[in-house]
């Protein structure tokens, strides 16, 4: 370390006295000194020293001086007992006193509070306070300093303890130092990463440092001389003490004197350091000023990747330059020198050297362990170290000891020794390389006492280094001068200017480096050097990695061999060349190796480049070549023309291939290159035949490229008709196919197909029919038909061809039943004889139907099912088990179309607000379908939604009773969250009415005139004969009709035709049966007692069958009529449900005259007459069966 004295001054007041420098501070930017001097303050410019402004504000001596850590403001105290505030603008803004003279002061470096230290107390002071707060003290405070974060104040004080206290003044922690000199100095380390640590001076001449604890860190340290002053580098990484021995001593962290500086005539009363940076200001008693630059030199050693260097004066830092990783060896002393080789370190400290040694023998291992301690003290300039000795360099003289101390061999050479370094060497017989002032080089062994000279030069030696097969040595002299010669001729190969240091690539012996000008220069063999900008020194070349020295910090630069390589290439130098390349270069660099070396036909390294870079398609090539010249091809040309090729240099290939006699190569080259004008240029020279090969090239060029008019044009010159038909397709030209059709011959089976392909998919199918006729694909031309939707020439080819009617009548169903067409789907179907499918679509709707609760829908497609089942029966083929078991489907089909027909108008009375029909009809709907389907019901018909539309309605129409029990069969289910609530409310409220139905909603049987209750367990019947009831397929009411059936022996047909017959006028009834009478606003009907006798005429014959059955039974007596009463029978009273055989038909009677009644022909659903037409004005259609009146 060499401390630099920048400029001095000397204080002396207006008598020439001199004047103590008891304190100083910088400001925190380091442009400003704060010097107290005398009774003024002084400010410097530390640049050169030139005093500022001397600030007058004191009247007695001033004492102490500090410089808030925000720059803003600065304080002074001294003798006259006042603290004075200044601005950095060197004003003063602020006076307050203390009781006695001003001791020290402090700023907080975190809060900026002003810490003023007076003799019997201390003041705290910030400028958001009005007051100084001020503590007392047991003791004369003679010095302080803040912790890092502000937050604990350290006072030292006359009676030799420290007393360390919180930002309010509150002792937390007092260091007792029993019978100890007073504390004159102290400081906190400001290296934010260490815990706090306090070090302490005493004029005892002892140094201490104590946790924030208290607690002392090892012992008192004797620094033999009173200490007046003690301060921190910026980072806590030195400190500096100054007293009565009049300089200034530099210690490490733990106290230990590292050396001396800033010799003075007088004690040195404060010294203190420029902000961040090296420099230091020193304060005198004889009033003399000196402003120092301390320059800490590099003391490093390297090997390889490995570097060890010296940090904070007494540390050892070993680091792997290629991994980054580091190790710290503290040996707690100054450290001199440092050498390292191989595995061996050696640290030269003051009073001894000390021999470390790797723990593991693993070149990436970093835990070293001592070795030897040698307690000597060496001087030397230069120390190495080998794997047994180490030698040490002192001027003109070499002396090698081993790890014992025991020197061994001496050299003494003729001059000053400039260079020493280790190059290697077996074990105990390492060679030394030694430059001389003189320009004397030199190799040493270390087991023999004469040198061996390599080579004399006129100028002195500066740096050198031997290339790693010790064949070329490079020197820089002391002109800056890289020289460099061959070992063994001492020829001069080559020499370069502007150098420094130099060092040979250890993994190259062509390659070195050099810096110098700030310029890094590598130099291969004897080509110009590759030059870029570098700070620093050249201290190692490995592989890509140059290792640079920039003050103190040491740096592996990637340095790609680019430039080298190509210097090689340009000579075609291959080996060396690859040699570099392996050293490290970028992708294209490898390429651009591998296609030079692969044209002059260098396989070997072409392909050792190719595995490089992966390019497996040249090392195709490569291996290729390889097999061919194995099976005896010799011909250089033809292997260079496929290089060339593959290269991409396709008009040398081809003129190559021309001269080996290869133009088909050529041709084929040229094709896929879609250049077919030079393809063409060959084929005069290549068969004939090629010419259509490459016009189809050209072509499926041309369908690639945006050009598809060209490329079909091309395609039919060619033959290719199918491809040109493919592309004409593609692009829609309609008028171009017709042509092309038109021109080919019908034996062109597959153009042809392909034409009418496309142009059904354009629209034309006429045309597309005239190209199917006229190959005479008729099976095509029926799916031409089909997917066109040409439904009548598609039949009209049926009956031409009656192989084709399956494939023409499916698709035509099929597309019926997506059109909801299913009627006339049904009956292609059957056309086609694919009754399952017609099954399978109409069963699918169905399920659809239920699952989306279409409800209605599902009920129209049972029916159609039905429909279906009955009209299979009259396919004669069927034997009798078969037709009874379609009926039996049909039955059970029509039963599902009537539950899915009325639970319709039940789910839209559930899910909906508003409903178009009348109350009494939902209530007698949700009646009939409980009363007549009391089985489990079909999927999708709910239980609780029937239940509750009876109770919700009955409730409505004032059946009580029978909407009190839905509420208690509801009450039974698991009902939906929605309905749970109102069910519940229902049940309750339900229970306030009468527990009777009304009168006018009971039903009437008109067989026996019995009132029966609204809900039967018997079913939709009477209870007291048993009559089932018909009802009215709209509103559900009762219609006064009575069933009967025929004798055996008697048809349907002849039933008929016995009603239909007019046997002459029947007897009038005898009065009337009925007595009407209207008042203003009623009309009342009332049954007379000749009604009565009506019924017991035996000129009516039903009156009299009527009667037959058992008052209150349990089993039903149909009503049958034989011959003769079937001609008494009135027609007009006669309904007639004509269901198709096998079913019989269903005879009824109408009881009341008055009541006009309508059977639906195709459902044989029975309504009143004035309900049917109103919904066929409304619908044009049957409700259930969707069948107009006038449906054919």
């Not at 003690?230 to 003490?241: A, M, V």
């Not at 304060?283 to 003391?299: K, P």
């Not at 030199?442 to 006129?458: E, G, V, Y």
């Not at 709707?845 to 299979?872: I, K, P």
Request: charge should be neutral; glycine fraction near 4%; charged fraction near 25%.
């Amino acid at each position: 370390m060499r401390a630099i004295s920048l400029w001095v001054d000397r204080v002396f007041d207006k008598d020439k006295i001199e004047q103590c420098i008891y304190d100083m501070c910088f400001r925190p930017d380091g442009t400003q000194l704060i010097v107290a001097a005398g009774n003024r303050v002084l400010v410097y410019d530390t640049n050169d020293g030139t005093l500022l402004q001397p600030l007058k504000g004191h009247k007695d001596t001033v004492y102490c001086v500090a410089y808030a850590r925000d720059g803003k403001r600065f304080a002074s105290g001294g003798a006259d007992k006042c603290v004075i505030i200044w601005t950095c603008k060197l004003e003063g803004i602020l006076k307050y006193t203390h009781n006695d003279a001003i001791q020290c002061l402090a700023y907080n470096p975190v809060t900026n509070q002003l810490t003023s230290c007076a003799v019997t107390d201390f003041g705290l002071w910030s400028p958001e306070q009005k007051s100084v707060s001020k503590h007392r003290c047991s003791s004369r405070i003679t010095c302080c300093d803040w912790t890092n974060d502000g937050q604990y104040l350290a006072c030292g004080l006359h009676n030799g303890n420290v007393s360390i206290r919180n930002k309010l003044g509150e002792e937390k922690v007092k260091i007792d130092r029993p019978n100890s000199p007073p504390v004159w100095c102290l400081s906190w380390n400001p290296n934010k990463d260490e815990p706090d640590t306090l070090c302490v001076c005493d004029w005892g001449q002892n140094l201490s440092f104590y946790q924030l604890s208290g607690r002392q860190i090892g012992k008192n340290r004797s620094i033999g001389f009173d200490a007046c002053c003690i301060t921190y580098f910026s980072k806590g990484e030195y400190t500096l003490i100054g007293g009565s021995n009049n300089q200034v001593n530099l210690c490490s962290t733990q106290g230990i004197k590292l050396t001396s500086f800033a010799d003075q005539q007088s004690w040195v009363w404060c010294c203190k350091v420029k902000p961040d940076q090296n420099f230091v200001a020193v304060g005198c008693q004889d009033g003399t000023i000196a402003y120092y630059q301390l320059l800490f030199s590099t003391v490093h050693g390297l090997y390889r990747d490995r570097y060890a260097f010296r940090e904070n004066m007494t540390d050892v830092i070993i680091q792997n330059l290629t991994t980054d990783l580091r190790v710290r060896i503290k040996c707690r002393d100054l450290v001199k020198k440092i050498a390292i080789y191989k595995q061996k370190l050696s640290v030269q400290l003051p009073e001894k050297i000390v021999i470390y040694e790797l723990i593991a023998d693993d070149e990436n291992d970093m835990q070293y362990r001592v070795k030897e301690r040698i307690n000597k003290k060496f001087d030397c300039n230069l120390l190495v170290v080998c794997a047994r000795h180490f030698v040490l360099c002192q001027e003109k003289k070499l002396q090698c000891f081993n790890f014992a101390g025991i020197k061994e061999r001496e050299w003494v050479m003729e001059s000053l020794i400039r260079y020493i370094k280790v190059i290697g060497g077996p074990t105990g017989r390492e060679v030394l390389l030694v430059g001389l002032k003189n320009g004397l080089i030199m190799k040493i062994f270390i087991n023999n006492p004469f040198p061996l000279t390599i080579l004399k030069q006129q100028t002195s030696v500066r740096c050198l280094d031997i290339s790693p097969m010790h064949t070329k040595l490079a020197v820089v002299d002391e002109h800056s001068t890289c020289l460099v010669y061959d070992v063994a001729s001492k020829e001069l190969l080559y020499q370069e200017p502007n150098a420094n240091s130099v060092s040979w690539n250890i993994q190259n012996d062509d390659m070195l480096c050099y810096s110098g000008n700030g310029t890094l220069c590598v130099k291969a063999n004897v080509f110009p050097p590759h030059q870029q900008k570098l700070q620093g020194f050249v201290v190692g070349f490995n592989g890509s990695k140059i290792y640079c020295l920039h003050i103190y910090s040491m740096s592996a630069i990637d340095v790609p061999q680019s430039a080298a390589m190509y210097q090689y290439l340009e000579k075609k130098d291959f080996a060396n060349a690859y040699k570099v390349s392996c050293l490290g270069v970028t992708d294209p660099d490898w390429r651009s190796l591998a296609m030079e070396a692969i044209e002059s036909l260098n396989y070997e390294i072409a392909k050792k480049s190719f595995i490089r870079i992966r390019d497996f398609c040249f090392l195709q090539l490569i291996q290729n070549i390889e097999e061919r010249k194995k099976r005896g091809e010799n011909n250089d040309d033809l292997f260079r023309a496929d290089i060339y090729a593959y290269q991409g240099k396709f008009q040398e290939a081809a003129r190559l291939y021309k001269k080996t006699g290869n133009e088909d190569k050529a041709v084929d080259m040229f094709t896929d290159l879609r250049q077919f004008e030079y393809a063409k240029d060959y084929v005069v020279h290549s068969d004939p035949s090629n010419v259509k090969k490459i016009m189809k090239k050209q072509a499926e060029w041309c369908s690639t490229t945006d050009d598809p008019k060209a490329a079909s044009e091309m395609y039919l010159a060619a033959g290719e008709y199918c491809k040109a038909i493919d592309i004409i397709g593609q692009n829609g030209w309609g008028d171009k196919l017709i042509e092309i059709s038109r021109t080919l011959n019908k034996a062109d089976i597959e153009p042809l197909k392909l034409c009418a392909s496309y142009l059904e998919k354009l629209g034309q199918a006429v045309y597309a029919a005239e190209v199917l006729n006229k190959i005479g694909d008729s099976k095509a031309l029926a799916k031409l038909y089909i997917d066109s939707r040409k439904w009548t020439e598609a039949f009209e080819l049926a009956k031409n061809n009656p192989q084709l009617k399956d494939e023409i009548y499916v698709p035509y169903a099929t597309w019926l039943a997506e059109n909801d067409k299913f009627e006339e789907a049904q009956r292609a179907f059957y056309e086609a004889g694919r009754k399952k499918e017609a099954f399978r679509v109409l069963e699918q709707l169905t399920h659809n139907a239920v699952l989306e609760s279409r409800f209605s829908d599902a009920g129209y497609y049972f029916w159609l099912l039905a429909s279906q089942c009955l009209d299979m029966t009259k396919d004669n083929k069927l034997n009798e088990k078969n037709v009874q078991l379609l009926v039996s489907k049909f039955k059970q089909y029509y039963q599902k179309a009537e539950m899915y027909f009325l639970y319709h108008n039940i789910h839209r009375f559930i899910e909906e607000p508003f409903t178009s029909m009348q109350p009494e009809a939902i209530f007698n709907q949700a009646r009939y379908l409980l009363q007549t389907f009391s089985s489990d019901l079909p999927v999708g018909i709910s239980r609780i939604f029937t239940l509750f539309t009876l109770a919700k309605q009955g409730r409505n129409l004032s059946a009580f009773k029978l909407a009190r029990h839905a509420y208690d069969k509801l009450q039974s289910l698991k009902l939906p969250h929605q309905l749970q609530e109102i069910v519940d409310l229902g049940s309750v409220t339900i229970r306030s009415k009468p527990f009777q139905d009304s009168d006018e909603l009971l039903p009437l049987c008109y067989r026996c005139f019995t009132t029966n209750p609204l809900l039967n367990s018997k079913g939709n019947r009477c209870i007291n004969c048993q009559q089932p009831f018909v009802n009215s397929f709209n509103t559900f009411e009762v219609l006064p009709l009575v069933e009967f059936n025929l004798d055996n022996g008697i048809s349907d047909e002849e039933a008929v035709k016995l009603i239909e017959q007019d046997f002459g006028v029947r007897k009038e009834k005898k009065g009337r049966q009925w007595k009407e009478q209207e008042s203003e606003s009623v009309q009342t009907l009332r049954l007379d007692d000749s009604v009565q006798d009506e019924i017991n005429d035996d000129s009516d014959p039903f009156s009299t069958k009527m009667t037959t059955f058992e008052q209150g039974g349990s089993e039903f007596v149909a009503i049958n009529l034989n011959h003769s009463q079937l001609q008494k029978i009135n027609k007009n009273e006669v309904v007639i449900q004509k269901w198709p055989a096998p079913l019989k038909y269903r005879y009824y009677k109408l009881m009341l005259d008055s009541v006009s009644i309508t059977v639906c022909q195709y459902c044989q659903h029975i309504y009143l007459t004035e309900d049917y037409e109103l919904l066929q004005l409304q619908t044009q259609q049957c409700p259930f069966c969707r069948k107009s009146s006038n449906s054919t």
